[in-house]
């Protein structure tokens, strides 16, 4: 021991534990053409040969060409997971469940399927486990020759992909209409030109999907799509563009599920992140107030990305924009609850920046 450590006497602990976040950019294309041993496999999107060295039909397997269109876009994801459903699956819904249990170590899924009935096992799976999924079809399954989805209005289409996930507000799965969905996969070059960006800062509206073909829907054909939150991929001046991007609630994708998902794990990971690395945070009303700059934290990081709107106020003086958060007094918390170690009642209010999809103008010409 120094002298000078007689005097003053420094400890430093590093509070740097790190805590797991979702995995938000990680796709898992899921399909029956694996032939590793495993359930699930990490692919670098710059070596797809190691791909279709581990699939049955190689390049040619319907894996390989939603991969493809994954490691098509710009900017794109680094790596992509494959999901493998094996012969003696009973449905894919349980080879979800044993990929999830072996690896679920990813956000996005894409099925490897054009047959409907496996696709709605699929948006199911999504939905019971909090991921996020899109889909393409052309109608009601491959060489139905009922082009359904847009030529049936709400009331008359009853088999559609898109008509299951609406009737049923699967609000975590996006479907695609593309008279090509068989062999272009658009859904998959979406998704991965999404989640390879920060949560809460795009909209699917206006994206270009490198290297899918568009379609050329008639108005018509675009309303009865539209009516039952289908999407589209067309040439809308002179840009290729999808068109709206909504899950079955008519919510669009990047609020509801993906930023909802991305602000509920940042808030878990702020909180815990705090819980973990400190010796004690006491129950008290200065112990619940680190708990409340915990989620003013993550939430002043949001505002910062343009995913929270400024603070903004109506002329009664009420909130319309910004955040705003609350927790209970120490005072008024029963001694159950701090018996139990148990902090409730942190709440917050705030409001998501929309995008701008359509305008409207209105002018008037004198001479």
Wanted: aromatic share 8%; net charge negative.
């Amino acid at each position: 021991m120094s002298k000078l450590d007689n005097v003053v006497k420094v400890t430093i602990t590093r509070e740097t534990q790190p805590v797991g976040k979702a995995s938000f950019n990680v796709i898992m294309v899921v399909g029956a053409n694996y032939t590793f041993s495993g359930r699930y496999k990490l692919y670098s999107t710059d070596d797809l040969a190691a791909l279709a060295a581990d699939l049955t039909g190689g390049t040619g397997a319907i894996e390989y060409k939603a991969a493809q269109r994954i490691a098509s876009q710009s900017p794109r994801p680094n790596s992509f997971a494959g999901g493998s459903v094996k012969v003696g699956d009973t449905t894919w819904t349980d080879a979800l469940n044993a990929i999830k249990l072996e690896n679920g170590n990813f956000y996005g899924v894409i099925a490897a399927t054009k047959t409907v009935a496996t696709q709605k096992l699929v948006c199911n799976w999504i939905n019971a486990n909090k991921r996020c999924g899109m889909f393409s079809t052309a109608g009601t399954d491959v060489g139905a020759g009922v082009i359904d989805i847009i030529d049936q209005n709400l009331s008359t289409d009853t088999t559609s992909l898109v008509k299951y996930v609406k009737t049923n507000a699967l609000d975590r799965c996006v479907v695609i209409y593309h008279k090509d969905a068989a062999t272009d996969y658009v859904e998959a070059g979406l998704l991965a030109a999404l989640l390879v960006q920060r949560p809460g800062t795009y909209t699917p509206m206006f994206t270009t999907v490198v290297g899918s073909a568009v379609d050329d829907l008639t108005p018509t054909q675009q309303a009865n799509l539209f009516s039952k939150y289908g999407s589209s991929y067309e040439e809308v001046g002179e840009v290729n563009i999808i068109q709206e991007g909504w899950v079955g609630t008519g919510e669009y994708v990047d609020f509801m599920p993906i930023w909802l998902d991305w602000l509920e794990s940042q808030l878990q990971s702020s909180i815990y992140s705090l819980l973990v690395n400190s010796p004690k945070v006491p129950y008290t009303d200065a112990g619940i107030g680190l708990i409340e700059a915990e989620v003013k934290k993550v939430l002043k990081l949001e505002q910062s990305a343009n995913a929270i709107s400024e603070d903004a106020f109506d002329d009664n003086k009420i909130r319309i924009g910004g955040f705003v958060t609350s927790v209970p007094a120490l005072a008024n918390i029963s001694s159950v609850d701090k018996l139990a170690r148990t902090l409730k009642e942190v709440k917050f209010t705030a409001f998501y920046e929309n995008p701008i999809h359509r305008v409207e103008v209105n002018g008037i010409i004198k001479i």
